[in-house]
């Protein structure tokens, strides 16, 4: 079965410093998501992306933060200058139909620590 | 805006024994909602979901899930667990461009 995969599984980087998450969606899906579960809350949503742009953001998702479909396969996330409060597991999704009836397909996930 | 609850953080049961997991939305219109598992070190994986019709569905691995509107609950059952279903278990409702509403999560422990 097709699945999300993303990468690294595991990121450690210093606070200030650039990160960026990547991710492969499943490859006839068109849907694409971010979401953030920082370790013992619930699992947020950052961000969708459809058709090479923002359908939406949360209010989590702020200037440092951005996203990109660069090749056609890839997904990333990019956060600028990272802050402690990042350090969470980062889940990339994707769907394939259009609206709530297509279920989301999410990655494993990668954890990403600032220290 | 819509809300989802799990009541319940940590829910012990024993090896066989039959398993509820609660989970409360608050939403005007009916809602579409999610049972997600979690395995440690895994991604979500879908149990079930529930869009309309049916308002009992059924899911992978033994799994159901009831849709009660007079209650605004969604709960997720089994009859008879088995120790692999140790796990991380999230409600979601919404879903499209403005992305899914988890729960808290409901961390299930399985007693031999």
């Known amino acids: 079965e097709p699945e999300v995969t993303q990468t690294p599984s595991h990121q450690v980087t210093q606070m200030g410093q650039e990160v960026i998450l990547r991710c492969v969606p499943i490859?006839?899906?068109?849907?694409f998501y971010w979401y953030r579960q920082i370790l013992g809350q619930k699992v947020e949503f950052l961000v969708s992306?459809?058709?090479?742009?923002?359908?939406?953001k949360s209010e989590i998702f702020d200037d440092q933060f951005s996203v990109e479909r660069p090749d056609g396969s890839n997904f990333t996330l990019k956060i600028r200058s990272t802050k402690l409060e990042d350090s969470a597991m980062y889940f990339c999704?994707?769907?394939?139909?259009?609206?709530?009836?297509?279920?989301?397909?999410f990655g494993n996930g990668t954890r990403l620590t600032v220290t | 805006a819509q809300s989802v609850t799990q009541p319940d953080i940590h829910i012990t049961v024993s090896e066989g024994a039959s398993l509820e997991l609660r989970c409360n939305y608050s939403?005007?219109?009916?809602?579409?909602l999610f049972w997600y598992v979690q395995s440690p070190g895994q991604g979500l994986q879908l149990l079930l979901k529930y869009f309309s019709g049916d308002t009992l569905v059924q899911g992978i691995k033994g799994f159901e899930a009831e849709f009660k509107r007079s209650q605004s609950s969604f709960n997720l059952r089994k009859p008879s667990v088995h120790w692999s279903d140790a796990a991380e278990y999230f409600c979601a409702s919404g879903g499209g461009a403005d992305g899914l509403t988890f729960g808290k999560g409901t961390h299930l422990i399985i007693q031999p």
């Open positions: 999704a994707s769907q394939g139909g259009t609206g709530e009836s297509s279920p989301l397909h």
């Open positions: 490859s006839n899906h068109l849907y």
């Open positions: 992306f459809y058709n090479n742009e923002i359908s939406e």
């Open positions: 939403y005007g219109a009916t809602p579409y």
